[in-house]
């Protein structure tokens, strides 16, 4: 087994199971299959909604991200196999990646080394259209938005307040603001307008919280697209949407079976952003696995302050669901980052800076303790890099607070390096949880955005800008002030400064943007200099993939 192979070479070389096998084990008829190849299928999970839920449901986040890597779905991949090799039934259920940060940073996101989902490229690539489909309801609706405008505007539409943005799966600065409409009347209203990256759309988030097909077009029909000259929301229902973006919809809500190097399950499906978006798969995937597996394990986006937020406030709030235990993933060498060292000599031993990016994971701790009242191990993401005194001390710090540590060897060993990860979490399982949320639905939004800030941030309050603190009154009096809030923040701070590492203490919180997602049933607050189209990095991991002439892709992760 070496460990000079690239993740991609990995996957190539595995051996797989036709998808028929791997639906068997899960106990799924072939009857429910709609195989896309030999190696993916939808299941027909409609068929499957009068079995209870029954699993046990393991939530899997991180710190904050580093540029050195966590590795939350190398972990994920790695305790589900390990969780099987224990003999237990277990099934993963986890996001698609977005072609934004496979072309654009990342370079792939389905997990690494022997811990990964396959068929890989289909994965990180075009896998079963869903993305394609999510872009085109998006779109559909944004064109019978400029349509009814051209024809007539019997609504009384507001150019100049028409909020539905058109999306694109690309990281593409260049749409972020743009011009359109232009050419003369047959050619449609001219108006300013942009784009968001689809997992940032709240066809996106309607999509993977939607529970069904019904409940999916009701949602739909009350995406809220623009408002009146008098000010009156119009609605997608209002332009008679959300029927023709159902029927876009309607294969692609079926979730994705896909399986592991080592032949566990995984239902593979939606993908939001964490940084803009409520970072969770579907429920329709999570419900699904529940009814099939002993035990679930799913993953939430980016770091505990974003992605674990919103998967416990808003997805298992408006889904009835709780997990029954949090594995927190960290590294060595992203904890020396937190402490100040930089990425090129984050290979040395440095217990002075690991010790002063402890608070980083020690915070997030508890954070799923305290205020949510869950329990919680510590997953040690290896590297061979990592000294035994730096283990040692990280294992000494948790134990001060209450909290147990597991050396996760999975990107290596597969799930037999997730043993000891497994153990912990089986354990964990049986302990009774009483799942608690960070602010109460009837407090107003300003108190449920001053409650995150400062009880799962840490910072000293959070302060609105005019503009914002107007769309909160304005969308207070719309009745849309007791849904939860899903705050757009950067990914790598407490804070909504990225360059603030670590515990950041003595802050504040700024909200600059306050917009519904009526359909989704969110609120979203916008704060520091997040965006929801992103750009391309300097060299794109798009430079590095390529195509051989026998077919093979080269240089996807």
């Known amino acids: 087994m070496s460990q000079h192979k690239s993740d991609i070479e990995i996957a190539q070389e595995a051996p797989l199971l036709p998808i028929v096998e791997v639906a068997r084990r899960a106990g799924i008829s072939e009857n429910l299959l709609e195989p896309y190849g030999r190696y993916k299928a939808k299941i027909n999970s409609r068929a499957l909604a009068d079995k209870p839920a029954c699993g046990k449901l393991i939530l899997v986040t991180a710190i904050n991200p580093t540029p050195a890597g966590e590795g939350k779905t190398t972990t994920s991949v790695g305790l589900a196999d390990a969780l099987n090799q224990t003999g237990h039934k277990a099934m993963l259920a986890l996001r698609e990646p977005s072609l934004g940060p496979v072309f654009g940073v990342k370079g792939g996101a389905a997990g690494g080394g022997y811990a990964q989902v396959v068929p890989m490229e289909d994965i990180n690539l075009h896998f079963t259209g869903d993305f394609h489909a999510i872009g085109a309801a998006n779109n559909l609706c944004a064109a019978l938005l400029d349509n009814h405008i051209k024809q007539g505007n019997e609504l009384g539409i507001d150019p100049r307040r028409v909020v539905w943005k058109r999306c694109v799966d690309m990281n593409d600065r260049q749409l ?11 050619d449609g209203m001219p108006r300013e307008d942009g784009f ?197 001390l990280i294992e000494k710090s948790c134990k001060e607070h209450g909290v147990s540590v597991a050396l996760s060897e999975v990107w290596e060993k597969g799930g037999k390096g997730g043993l000891a990860l497994a153990e912990e979490v089986l354990r964990l399982c049986e302990k009774p949880v009483e799942l608690r949320y960070a602010y109460d639905l009837h407090e107003s939004l300003a108190q449920k955005v001053e409650a995150i800030a400062t009880r799962i941030y840490h910072a000293d309050g959070a302060d609105f800008t005019p503009s914002a603190a107007k769309q909160i009154k304005q969308l207070e009096e719309l009745g849309f002030g007791e849904l939860p809030v899903c705050m ?26 306050v917009r519904v997602s009526a359909g989704a049933g969110f609120v979203v607050c916008l704060t520091g200099n997040i965006m929801t189209m992103p750009g391309l990095p300097k060299k794109p991991a798009a430079e590095n993939i390529d195509v051989l002439d026998d077919g093979r892709i080269v240089g996807l992760f």
Request: charged share 20%; with cysteine.
């Open 176 to 186: 972020r603001h743009v011009m359109d409409g232009l050419g003369g009347i047959a």
């Open 196 to 392: 968001d990256i689809t997992v940032a759309s709240e066809v996106m988030a309607v999509f993977c919280l939607a529970s069904g097909i019904r409940d999916l077009k009701e949602r739909l029909g009350r995406m809220i697209v623009a408002y009146t000259f008098d000010r009156h929301p119009v609605t997608a229902h209002d332009i008679h949407a959300e029927g023709a973006m159902t029927a876009l919809l309607k294969d692609a809500l079926l979730p994705n079976l896909v399986q592991t190097l080592e032949h566990t399950p995984a239902l593979v499906h939606g993908g939001p952003f964490a940084n803009i978006a409520h970072g969770c798969n579907s429920v329709e995937a999570t419900q699904t696995a529940l009814r099939l597996a002993d035990y679930v394990v799913t993953e939430a986006g980016f770091g505990a302050d974003l992605g674990a937020e919103k998967f416990l406030d808003i997805k298992c709030r408006e889904a009835n669901l709780a997990p029954n235990a949090v594995v927190l993933v960290a590294t060595v060498r992203a904890l020396k980052y937190n402490g100040g060292v930089a990425r090129a000599d984050l290979e040395a031993e440095n217990l002075a800076a690991l010790e002063a990016g402890l608070p980083n994971l020690l915070r997030h701790v508890d954070n799923l303790q305290e205020v949510y009242g869950l329990p919680v191990v510590v997953a040690i993401n290896a590297f061979p890099t990592d000294t035994s005194a730096e283990l040692a």
């Open 488 to 513: 757009a923040k950067t990914q790598y701070s407490f804070s909504d400064d990225q360059t603030k590492l670590g515990a950041p203490e003595h802050f504040r919180i700024t909200v600059r943007d």
